[in-house]
């Protein structure tokens, strides 16, 4: 059994959660930063992530997230892209939308990278940025940005080319985790993407779960209403160790 579904008891004996409000562009957002108080008593830095949610914005799906991270060893933050709760998903639309192609995306979630760095218990040389859905698409967004991250994960994101001209040499590594049968993202897409990180000489890994279609990590995407959504427990707990991996290698 990975470490990552442990059972809820054993990552709850030493782990910190606090709530963190910070500001940008006029908005107030509420972040979570969650660590294992075991881990950092000592004075040493541990590496952090950065976790983005998805577009129904930050909740318990990501508090838990960061929570596993923080058993594994990670500082992690749980950052907040809109400063108030969708109540559905025609609200989450609306909400996504300022972002989707415009230099805010980076900036808000650059945001709440700085919330993480200026923790006492990080190591600002071993950070990453991991996505969910819109949070995926994000991850790419920042590290396309040149944000100094040593890589980042998007798990069933949207994806997005890198650009032809980025600001700097881009730091970062990509790990890409993809439901193969994805219906939101045409294979189209996916193509295009990897072409042209290609072309951007960008470090890059990408891994199609059989089977596996949008959202396959969230235990609440029953397929219900949106077939095309749906939790795979085999595609969510080998992208939980692919990521693992791809942290042992970058940090």
Known sequence: MLSAFVSSASLMAAIVEKPISYEHSGATLHGLLVYDEAKVGGGERLPGVLVIHQWMGRGEFEAAQARQ?????????????????PKNTAEARALTAQFYGKA????????????????????????????????????MALAYSAAPLAGIVSFHGGLIEAPETAPEPLRAKFLICHGAVDPFVPWAQVQATLDSLEAAKIDYQFIAYQGAVHSFTDPAATGEGSPGAKYQREAAERSWAHMIQFFEEIF
């Open 104 to 139: 805010l995306m980076a900036e808000r979630a650059g945001a709440g990278l700085d919330q993480l760095l200026s923790s006492d218990f990080v190591d600002s040389e071993k950070v990453a940025a991991i996505g969910y859905c819109f949070g995926g698409t994000t991850a």
């Open 69 to 85: 991270l923080a058993a594994e060893g990670y500082v992690a933050f749980a950052l907040d892209m809109y400063g108030e709760q």
